[in-house]
């Protein structure tokens, strides 16, 4: 409760004034002029113009508003290392008690840090999380922050005026003096890589707390594989040439041995990920006669950015003979020569439409294509309407790398292309659309080579079941069988077409090792704040999976069934780093967050970084752990302009600040005592004059 005087006047001021003045003007001249009762008369004047002025007496109820104090604390991945964790939690609960049992004093707690704002930050931001949390605060109100933290911080305010409030900012160290670590950091790596070129990574391992001195064993390991070994002197810039193995992702780890009593070996790993780029994948696709279907192939091949297409078609074969001079001809001579034997490393596939033996390939050069496709090359056969005649390239070497021998029978027939069992789980042939319903939402075919499989995979059937589409693999290269030659139907969109498009296109990207087509595959995925582990496979069950964390945490998820042949789990990524899943037989890698995350370029505990801001806002920083003895510091309520800080205490600034509840006012010439006033001063000035 407050009292105050205020005045309501009755007329304009302005008026009053001009009033007041004159009246006064004529009291001075009636004093100066020796009059007698001039006093009196100007005391009742001077009543008169504090009437008109009105004073009035205030009195405000108010009520105090309590000061807010703000305590953030850190949650971030560092705080996991050694006994910070519990320290934190420790003074944490004692900090609240404290404050808790001051008057009139509001407490906030904040938590902030990379573990709470997810993957997608990178560093500790503490005073973000502050200014969040105060934001509906007065800055009058504010009362002083304190920070649970070790120290590593990376959004300090420049100055004491980007806090936003006048009120001191005190820091409560984790983790102990004296730490020492060490840490690997990419200095330079590219983001691209064409596949099959090395590439050269600099990298430095940078030792904290120790002296200077020795080689250090670092590991390179590209996907969990280790490609090679070094040895370094810490401090300076070294350089590893990794060659990048396969498009997409190429995962590359630098990791330095630990050293004696380390704070964490976390950051001893350094990840780089170059993205593998491939050249464009070169085809050659053979057809053995203008046929419908032979357009089909080429359209397809020469719509896709990623592929440089060789075609040739066998015009004119040996045999036929017209006696049209050579020279008059418009057409080349098929360079045999060239293509299968001194560039035949040159092609990723190798497609074989419609193709007979007519004389123009030797045996030797089938044989070269055998021995291509070992070695890693790729070969699609698609067959023609007589698959098992003398031209046929099952009598040649080819068959040896052949998964089905044609048993010479032809059936000519209207049948619908099935998606066989293996089919549905196999990356070529899964949800195919127009595929899940019996008989499938597509066009049918005309033709299908009756063949025995000898090996592979059947993913596409015809009449009875018979195969249709034969994936397999050869040595370390792939080969595929197609056994009828209507599948230009679906293009020409005969009985509403097909999916030719997505099935060819997954078929020729399969044979040429696309990572995506892998039958049998272990993937780790990031997708927003969560990691996903893909397991694709053409088996009906799968093992479960390990999840390693960056920081060495192990947890097990078991995968469950998202569609025929591709089974998941998805966990929550909340650290920056390398993650590692396994199923025993095969590993994923993912790396989540920057190649030098800002939270691990410096672990150890220090008041460097707040340092200014705390000395600017009349704050402290001290530690928790002080010759291994955990102790909180008291906490004092303090007006502003005071020491804020002691060596076993620090203050809060207390404020002022409330809100109003009511107002009363009551008017000193209001009523009988103000005309009581007003009458007395007449009544004496008459008096005076009757003398």
């Known amino acids: 409760m407050t009292w105050s005087l205020d005045f309501s006047p009755v007329l304009p001021v302005w008026l009053i004034v001009l009033l007041g003045a004159a009246a006064g003007a004529l009291a001075v001249f009636a004093i100066w002029s020796g009059i007698r009762g001039s006093w009196i008369r100007a005391a009742a004047v001077a009543a008169l113009v504090l009437a008109l002025l009105n004073p009035v007496l205030q009195r405000e109820d108010r009520e105090a508003l309590p000061s807010v104090v703000a305590l953030v604390v850190d949650k971030s991945q560092s705080q996991a290392l050694g006994d910070r964790r519990a320290e934190t939690e420790r003074a944490r609960a004692q900090l609240a008690q404290q404050i808790g049992k001051l008057k009139n004093f509001e407490i906030r707690e904040v938590e902030a840090g990379a573990d709470r704002d997810g993957v997608g930050a990178d560093g500790t931001r503490l005073f973000e999380a502050l200014g969040q949390a105060l934001s509906d605060v007065p800055p009058d109100r504010v009362a002083g922050a304190v920070m649970v933290t070790d120290g590593q911080v990376h959004d300090v305010p420049r100055d004491k005026a980007a806090l936003g409030f006048d009120a001191p900012v005190h820091v409560l160290l984790t983790g102990r003096d004296k730490e020492v670590d060490r840490r690997v950091a990419v200095v330079n790596a590219p983001r691209f890589g064409l596949v099959g070129t090395d590439q050269v990574i600099q990298y430095r391992v ?59 070996a976390v950051n001893n790993r350094a990840v780089a990920t170059i993205e593998g780029i491939r050249e464009n994948l070169r085809v050659l696709l053979v057809s053995g006669e203008p046929h419908a279907g032979e357009r089909t192939w080429r359209n397809l091949l020469k719509s896709d950015a990623s592929v440089d297409l060789v075609h040739f078609t066998i015009l004119r074969p040996p045999e036929k003979q017209d006696g049209t001079p050579i020279h008059e001809l418009s057409l080349i001579a098929f360079p045999t020569r060239e293509l299968f034997q001194e560039k035949i490393k040159d092609f990723d596939l190798i497609i074989f439409d419609r193709y007979q033996r007519r004389g123009i ?66 990356p070529v042939t899964r949800a195919l659309p127009g595929s899940q319903t019996d008989p499938p ?162 672990v150890l505990s220090s008041a460097k970084p707040t340092e200014a801001i705390t000395q600017a806002s009349g704050g402290s920083a001290r530690r928790l752990v002080q010759n291994e003895t955990f102790a909180t510091p008291r906490i004092l309520p303090l007006r502003a302009g005071v020491t804020m800080a002691g060596s076993d205490w620090i203050g809060l600034k207390t404020t002022d600040a409330s809100v109003l509840k009511g107002v009363d006012r009551y008017g000193l010439f209001a009523g009988l005592l103000g005309l009581a006033l007003l009458l007395g001063a007449v009544s004496l000035m008459w008096w005076r004059e009757g003398r």
């Open 206 to 264: 940078i030792d904290a707390g120790v002296a200077p001195g020795g080689r250090v064993r670092v590991t390179v390991r590209r996907d969990g594989e280790q490609v090679a070994e070094q040895r370094v002197a810490p401090g300076e810039v070294a350089r590893v040439s990794v060659k990048i193995k396969h498009g997409g992702d190429n995962i590359l780890e630098i990791e330095a041995e630990a050293l004696p009593n380390e704070l964490t």
């Open 361 to 426: 390939l030797p045996s030797i050069y089938f044989d070269n294509i055998a021995r291509y496709v070992r070695e890693g090359g790729a070969v699609l056969v698609a067959s023609g309407p007589d698959p098992a005649g003398a031209g046929s390239l099952f009598r040649t070497p080819l068959a040896s790398v052949l998964p089905a021998e044609p048993n010479g029978t032809v059936r000519e027939e209207a049948f619908y292309p099935k998606i066989s069992e293996l089919g549905q789980r196999h």
């Open 441 to 602: 939402q597509w066009s049918r075919w005309f033709r299908l080579i009756e063949s025995t499989p000898s090996s592979g995979t059947t993913v596409m059937t015809g009449v009875n079941d018979k195969p249709a589409l034969i994936l397999s693999r050869e040595g370390a290269g792939r080969v595929g069988l197609l056994l009828s030659d209507h599948v230009w139907l679906w293009a020409r969109g005969y009985e509403g077409g097909g999916p030719h498009g997505l099935l060819l296109r997954r078929l020729a990207h399969w044979l040429m090792k696309e990572p995506d087509l892998e039958e049998e595959a272990l993937r780790l995925v990031q997708r927003g704040r969560d990691l996903v582990v893909e397991r694709q496979t053409l088996g009906v069950d799968v093992k479960p999976v390990t999840i390693t964390k960056p920081t060495g945490e192990t947890i097990p998820a078991k995968l469950e069934q998202s569609e025929p042949g591709l089974w998941r789990a998805q966990v929550p990524a909340r650290e920056l780093g390398l993650w590692r899943v396994t199923d025993g037989e095969r590993t994923a890698l993912a790396h989540i967050g920057p190649p030098n995350p800002r939270e691990f370029t410096e």
